[in-house]
């Protein structure tokens, strides 16, 4: 009886033994398995990254396996995934600077890679795709090659090739390629922030642009541009450099500057008391063009503002800074 008892206890142990192994053995897939998911969460501060996906420019990659271990650092470097991005959901008070940074991406990346050209009307809730490399993302044109573009943008020729996955020198027009480590120029993230003016004096705004009712007939008509307020012989600025193209006065404009700027943009300043520079003159933000008067079709002392690109007019409030 003593050794059955003790045949016994020593069954009885083993299955313990065999039965905490597999408590063991279950808690450590569930310990796997979320851990497993929680590193398919984008990175630390990115909460707005939900999704991912790939960004071969319409080339399938084979998949990527462990790169082998650096025996200099005994770390496993990163996999070589080539370029793909995130997609991230713009939240109140995001800018595009900001997503740039937490993604550890330039502004550049993000703007082409999403055809953005006005950074101003960015809105809340819209996706992004946010891609993994500095880059932008360039649209072919007719002549263009790898070497050429390499050279413009002082980038590698075979990096360009690696990423695009392309071997021919000579690209067809009108297709995506990615450039890796390009930036664009310091003019076209001015113009895409909407930071290319300057205001050209200080007051307050007394019309804006748009359809108005007429100061003085009361019918409807398109203002061209703002109206800030002032007292008579405030100086008033060029607001962006450029070159004086015209000077005069008109029934309607009064005393007026016109100054053509960089890029096909032009800006015009009205109903001045004076005017302070001749045609053909280069202006600076720094440089006094004029005055501020109630010359032509006015109903009191302001400045007119008119901000035109290609002849065409725009609204000054989304390029002033």
């Known amino acids: 009886m003593k050794h059955r008892r003790a045949a016994s206890t020593g069954t009885e142990l083993i299955e313990r033994i065999a ?28 909460l707005g990254a939900v999704a991912q996906g790939s960004a071969d420019m319409g080339i399938l990659q084979d998949g990527a396996g462990m790169a082998e271990m650096d025996p200099l ?26 997503i740039a940074t937490s993604f550890g ?10 055809g953005i050209t006005n950074a101003r009307t960015l809105s809340i809730g819209k996706f992004l795709k946010v891609p993994n490399l500095n880059g ?31 071997d021919d020198d000579v690209l067809s027009s009108g297709i995506k390629i ?49 109206d800030i307020g002032s007292s008579t012989g405030t100086p008033v600025h060029a607001a962006m450099e450029g070159v004086v193209s015209a000077t005069g006065y008109s029934t309607t404009s009064g005393n ?8 096909g943009y032009s800006s015009l300043y009205a109903h001045l008391e004076r005017i302070d520079v001749k045609p053909g003159r280069s202006v600076s933000t720094a440089t006094v063009i004029g005055a501020v008067g109630s010359t032509g079709y006015s109903t009191g002392p302001h400045l007119h503002f008119t901000v035109s690109k290609y002849g065409r007019t725009l609204n000054p409030m989304t390029v002033l800074r």
């Open 73 to 98: 650092t005994a770390v496993a470097p990163p996999p070589d995934e080539g370029l793909y991005y995130t997609v991230y959901q713009v939240a109140k008070g995001d800018t595009i600077s900001e």
């Open 256 to 263: 007026y500057v016109l100054i053509a700027h960089h890029s």
């Open 136 to 166: 932008i993302l360039y649209s072919t044109k007719d002549g263009d090659t790898i070497d050429a573009l390499a050279t413009k943008y002082d980038i590698s020729a075979d990096r360009i090739k690696d990423i695009n996955h392309v």
């Open 178 to 226: 990615f450039l890796p480590d390009a930036r664009l120029s310091s003019w076209a993230l001015r113009e895409i922030s909407g930071d290319l003016f300057t205001w050209p004096i200080r007051g307050w705004i007394t019309s804006w642009y748009g359809w108005r009712n007429d100061p003085f007939t009361g019918s409807r008509t398109f203002h061209t541009g703002i």
């Open 19 to 46: 039965h905490a192994r597999v408590l063991v053995a279950t808690a450590a897939v569930f310990i796997f398995g979320f851990s497993f998911i929680a590193s398919g969460q984008p990175p630390a501060g990115v």
């Open 105 to 114: 991406v330039t502004t550049d990346s993000i703007v082409t890679f999403n």
